[in-house]
């Protein structure tokens, strides 16, 4: 009988340690599911679901130097850029659309509804401790009401992390100063006081 029950906490442990990580932004209102961890970013891709709350406004326009992305709306619509600054498409649900590294996109909920979808990041890189990071900083106040983090040299690791570049900025520009405020961030540590974020993930 000690036996049987060993085992059944045990498979009970295993069950609860596989079920999907939701985690909610207090900020913007949104949640994100990790469907597939990555935290190593040693895999080949990083899947999440995220829902959206009516108005979001998502992320602005950008693009990717490495990693591809493939946007698989469940449920409501998912308004976005690809290609462009105003090129629009609009994903309904069961709809999906890739978005190769170098390509510009955005996308928001313009919706009065909630919008849900999946992001599937190949190859994964650093995103997870991107998203993460960001998360865990709205989570402890250290954003702006936009989301963004509010000390510079964390919002430039992040950028770094998600393979980031804004449109609109100069790319040389966005590289020089976001090179400058990692080589700060690295004699200040500032790294490591943000590892938290996603470490915890990987020592389940």
């Known amino acids: 009988m000690k036996e049987l029950t060993n085992i059944q906490t045990q498979t009970a442990h295993l069950v609860a340690t596989q079920q ?3 985690i ?13 961890s990555n935290p190593t970013g040693e895999g080949e891709y990083f899947k999440v679901r995220f829902d959206l709350p009516p108005g979001a406004k998502g992320s602005p326009l950008h693009y990717h130097t490495k990693m591809g ?9 998912l308004e976005m850029e690809v290609g462009g600054r105003g090129k629009r ?5 069961g709809e999906s659309v890739y978005v190769p590294p170098g390509m510009q996109h955005s996308f928001r909920n313009a919706s009065e509804q909630w919008v849900t979808y999946t992001s599937e990041n190949t190859p994964a890189g650093q995103f997870e401790q991107f ?3 960001l998360f865990g900083l709205a989570i402890d106040g250290k954003t702006n009401r936009e989301g963004m983090p509010t000390n510079p040299l964390h919002l430039a690791l992040l950028l770094r992390k998600a393979d980031t570049v804004l449109v609109g900025p100069s790319h040389l520009v966005q590289k020089l100063l976001i090179d400058t405020l990692i080589q700060v961030a690295g004699w200040l540590g500032s790294e490591q006081a943000i590892a938290r974020y996603w470490n915890k993930s990987s020592d389940r």
């Open 20 to 22: 999907p990580e939701t």
């Open 24 to 36: 909610v932004n207090p900020v913007t209102g949104d949640r994100m599911t990790v469907l597939h």
């Open 69 to 77: 992305e493939t946007f698989t709306v469940l449920q409501g619509c």
């Open 89 to 93: 498409l609009t994903l309904q649900a």
């Open 131 to 133: 998203i993460r990071g």
